[in-house]
């Protein structure tokens, strides 16, 4: 490049400082992201809205790039798009950094909010943000409280009292999804500090009542990813199995629940939890048992010995056989999972097994392999180890479930075939193990009965920074709800003090009973933040309403959410609860027939840096101020949508970035080049050098834009983006090597604008103003992408014919190629694939019955056999559509290797080379 040359390009590369800004406040002035609200069942595109930190880095920006890119995709098809934005703000975060920087919980979310939205306008996040939410606003919250009276007056809302998980740390209690373990320690999520275990009295939505339905409906959102629905299968934990009464000589009727019941001839002992209703009322009375409960109940998990236990000197009569076994209390058994007792199998259950080896409790086999099984029954030793095969999984084992847990526990599935049949079960030996359960259910009383996993959404937070809830409690009247008219129920002024602030609100707190009159207290709980983010997205809608939480018509229009992107770690929280209020909220005909929230969902790949997730916490990330200032938002957005696909973790690195950045500024120059006249173009009906170049040319324009749509929609943006880099390197070899028709050459021009303007939308808006279009790209129409009929098959015979040339060049050292002449194969090795695309069996025998080919003799012969050789045969282009293929990428080839190229049709090469031609594999010949 000359000095000249060198000095033009630099005056037209871009300024991302001077046009980011320029064409962000055109967007805003022309209200291109807002969606008027009589718009008809919109593209609905959703990112998990943020927690208000006030740090973004990199990694959060690649979240909402994603949106933005589809969303903006989406509206240049023409759809009318929402793509919203808001703020998760209340939280225990929030609290503790109002503690340690002595402010306020609600000022300091509120400069974190301003900050983050300043530094996603930064990044030209192309947001609504006419229909902004922000969820510690008495506007917001006043539905929360709201809807946790509907969902009281229907029966969904519960306080009680129970053993629950709280965090020393956060002072406040943690639901089951808020529990971590590592190294068999539970701990809390946000903090990482042990959790105890407390008795207290919390409100609670019954998530259960809607078990069923969440489970069931996993296996029909088929737009979600397969782990995020198995997940959730595993936590929901639905389990078909039957309930059977045990007596016991306390005179006690104790329900167990198991999915095994083909072995109740082996129990040789009964087992309560700690907390079962039965081991308490003999603790009171015994003072080993007592001593025991109370050493397990306080002992950290690591102090835990799963084989522990203490017998109670009662005993349970098993229905099957009449016999009386030992009752313990054991601290195996969760008090949680099925109805916290069991009947024990030692050898068909290892966790019995042990359990029965250290108390020297007999073992029963009455389960030995079926014949059908590879494994010997005389290998098998009940004594050494518990034989549990029958065709059933256990949770425990299932990455996602929060235990491991016994069999008799009632955690296992039951599959439709049975490996075991029963022994020593008197007269139903021989029965396989599936028809056992059965026929037992009948024989001894049982009742069939499904059993979740799932638990209660406890809600109750002793915490400040959330949404009061909505109770008073009256010394006569008990727990009453505040009247509507009265909310919200906002927070009193921040009071620094260590458990839970309300509860020294004593001016707040105050207030009198609604029903009585007489003085009552507040309920000083707040509600857990999963509440707000559980029905956000249907505020978007209605933003402004006063007299609603939204409006249901426009809702159930609007719904649901098309596209909807967040972390995986979500899966058992968010996703679960959101999906729980949808249904509720349906079932309380605030909606219509909307029962899933989330139509399609993409869980987003971490950012990494120097090989370690970007956080804020560890001082690892890329911000995206500096960046921008240095190379621009749109480098930023370009490099994390082209780097990986999106559910895939990316990897930043300082060269990924400045090739994206150089890329975007060699499309600009190529751009502003057209646009000053540097760049000498023809008529297309002018003489040159044009023809099939520009039919070939215009052939992958329309191509390019057909697998960027495609790619597009199946949120492949790297692939997409390859594609929009292979037509700029084409556009720039086609000026190079001739005199462009002007009009296919602006076309490609006009065709990658509009393709990067999703991932690079300033730029993209400077390149379309270059090519002199009115109005912004942002509202322009997307491409014509309707991909020519056999383009895939003609591209990959030009690729192949143009790597079969330079292995010869190669091969036989030819330095200076002259000449290079291609033949497409005669017309009868086209017809001799075609007919062998159809047959089976004897290929060659079939094809040499045929007259056709049987004038062609032994040639015709080695061909079927090298037809037969290959398998599956892909189809090719017929013989006249290969000569025009390769035809029209001649250009290409002389290019290449700066040789004269000539194409032969079918029948006009010279013997030899069309002996050397197939279908789909030209004869090549080289001369130098």
């Known amino acids: 490049m000359s000095r000249a040359d060198a000095t033009d390009q630099e005056e037209r590369r871009f300024d991302p400082a001077e046009i980011e800004p320029r064409w962000q406040q055109r967007w805003d002035d022309e209200e291109v992201f807002h969606i008027e609200d009589g718009a008809e069942d919109p593209s609905y595109v959703l990112a998990m809205f943020p927690y208000p930190s006030g740090e973004m880095h990199m990694g959060h920006v690649r979240n909402y790039a994603i949106t933005d890119a589809f969303a903006r995709y989406k509206r240049m098809q023409g759809e009318a798009v929402l793509h919203p934005m808001g703020w998760d703000s209340f939280g225990l975060p929030a609290e503790n950094a109002a503690n340690?920087?002595?402010?306020?919980?609600?000022?300091?979310?509120?400069?974190?909010?301003?900050?983050?939205?300043?530094?996603?306008?930064v990044m030209g996040l192309g947001f609504d943000w006419q229909r902004e939410v922000t969820t510690c606003e008495p506007e917001y919250f006043r539905w929360n409280q709201w809807l946790f009276q509907e969902f009281y007056e229907a029966g969904l809302?519960?306080?009680?009292?129970?053993?629950?998980?709280?965090?020393?740390?956060?002072?406040?209690?943690?639901?089951?999804?808020?529990v971590n373990t590592e190294g068999g320690v539970e701990i809390c999520w946000r903090c990482d500090t042990a959790i105890e275990h407390r008795e207290l009295e919390q409100w609670f939505f019954t998530i259960t009542d809607y078990a069923d339905e969440l489970y069931d409906e996993l296996d029909e959102m088929d737009g979600w990813p397969d782990n995020v629905r198995e997940m959730q299968h595993n936590w929901i934990g639905k389990q078909e199995g039957t309930s059977v009464e045990f007596e016991l000589t306390t005179g006690d009727s104790v329900d167990i629940f198991t999915t095994r019941l083909d072995t109740i001839h082996g129990a040789t002992f009964f087992a309560l939890s700690p907390g079962h209703e039965v081991a308490q009322e003999l603790a009171a009375e015994d003072d080993?048992?007592?001593?025991?409960?109370?050493?397990?109940?306080?002992?950290?998990?690591?102090?835990i010995d799963e084989t522990s236990g203490v017998f109670t000197d009662e005993y349970a009569t098993n229905p099957a056989t009449d016999e009386e076994i030992p009752v313990y209390v054991a601290d195996y058994v969760l008090e949680d999972i099925g109805t916290g007792a069991l009947y024990a199998v030692p050898a068909h259950d290892d966790r019995d097994h042990a359990f029965a080896e250290e108390h020297d409790i007999p073992i029963q086999q009455v389960v030995e392999p079926a014949g059908n099984t590879a494994v010997d029954p005389e290998e098998v030793d009940v004594q050494e180890a518990a034989y549990t095969e029958d065709g059933v999984l256990d949770l425990g084992e299932i990455e996602g479930s929060s235990d491991e847990r016994s069999e008799s526990d009632g955690v296992l599935v039951n599959s439709d075939e049975s490996d075991g049949v029963l022994v020593d079960s008197g007269e139903f030996d021989g029965l396989d193990s599936a028809e056992a359960r059965d026929r037992f259910v009948e024989a001894f009383d049982g009742e069939h009965r499904t059993e979740f996993s799932l638990r209660d959404w406890c809600i109750s937070r002793q915490r400040y920074w959330g949404t009061p809830i909505p109770f008073v409690e009256c010394p006569d009247c008990g727990y009453i709800p505040v009247p509507e008219e009265d909310l919200p129920i906002e927070l009193p002024e921040f009071i620094r003090t260590t458990g839970n602030p309300l509860d020294a609100a004593q001016e707040w707190k105050t207030t009198t009973c609604p029903d009585c009159g007489r003085p009552a207290q507040r309920e000083t709980d707040t509600m857990d933040t999963f509440v707000d983010s559980s029905w956000y997205f249907l505020r978007f809608i209605s933003p402004d309403l006063d007299d609603a939480p939204f409006d249901s018509e426009q809702a159930t229009d609007w719904m649901p959410v098309d596209q909807y992107v967040g972390g995986i770690e979500h899966a058992t929280m968010h996703l679960i609860y959101s999906r729980f209020f949808t249904k509720v909220l349906d079932d309380l005909e605030m909606l219509d027939g909307v029962r899933e929230p989330f139509e399609n969902l993409l869980t987003q790949g971490m950012v990494r840096k120097d090989g370690e997730a970007m956080s804020s916490s560890s001082g690892n990330v890329v911000s995206p101020a500096p960046f921008v200032e240095r190379f621009g938002a749109d480098t930023g957005r370009l490099f994390m949508l082209n780097a990986a696909q999106p559910e895939k973790a990316l990897d930043w690195t300082e060269e990924g970035a400045?090739?994206?950045?150089?890329?975007?500024?060699?499309?600009?120059?190529?751009?502003?080049?057209?646009?000053?006249?540097?760049i000498d173009t023809r008529d297309a009906a002018a003489a040159g050098d044009g023809g099939t170049i520009d039919e070939y040319v215009a052939r992958e324009i329309t191509a390019t834009a057909a697998t960027a749509t495609e790619e597009f929609e199946a949120f492949r943006f790297n692939h997409a983006l390859q594609a929009i880099r292979e037509l700029v390197s084409l556009l720039r070899r086609y000026v190079d090597y001739t005199e462009p028709d002007g009009g296919t050459f602006e076309r490609g021009l006009s065709t990658v604008s509009r393709l990067l303007a999703p991932v690079a939308p300033h730029v993209a808006e400077e390149l379309w103003d270059h090519l002199g279009h009115d109005g912004l790209i942002a509202e322009a129409d997307w491409p014509e992408a309707d991909e020519p009929a056999g383009y895939e098959t003609a591209r990959l015979l030009v690729e192949n014919t143009r790597e079969d040339v330079r292995d010869i060049v190669g091969v036989a050292g030819i330095e200076d190629p002259s000449l290079i002449e291609i033949a497409v194969a005669p017309e009868w090795k086209h017809y001799a694939r075609q007919q062998a695309r159809d047959l089976d069996g004897n290929v060659v025998g079939q094809l040499m019955g045929d007259e056709r080919l049987q004038r062609h003799g032994e040639a015709a012969a080695d061909y079927a056999k090298a037809l037969a050789g290959e398998g599956h045969l892909d189809e090719q282009l017929p013989p006249e559509r290969e000569y025009e293929a390769l035809t029209r990428a001649v250009w290409l080839l002389e290019r290449e290797f700066d040789a004269e190229v000539v194409v032969s049709e079918p029948g006009e090469a010279p013997e030899d080379l069309a002996a050397k031609a197939t279908s789909g594999r030209p004869g090549i010949q080289i001369e130098e």
């Open 100 to 121: 340690e920087r002595d402010v306020d919980p609600r000022g300091w979310t509120m400069d974190c909010i301003a900050a983050m939205k300043d530094q996603m306008n």
């Open 157 to 178: 809302v519960e306080r009680k009292e129970t053993e629950l998980n709280w965090c020393p740390s956060c002072e406040t209690v943690l639901a089951d999804e808020n």
């Open 288 to 303: 080993d048992i007592a001593e025991y409960i109370h050493r397990v109940e306080h002992a950290d998990e690591e102090e």
């Open 658 to 678: 400045e090739s994206a950045h150089a890329f975007l500024q060699n499309v600009h120059d190529l751009v502003a080049r057209y646009a000053e006249g540097a």
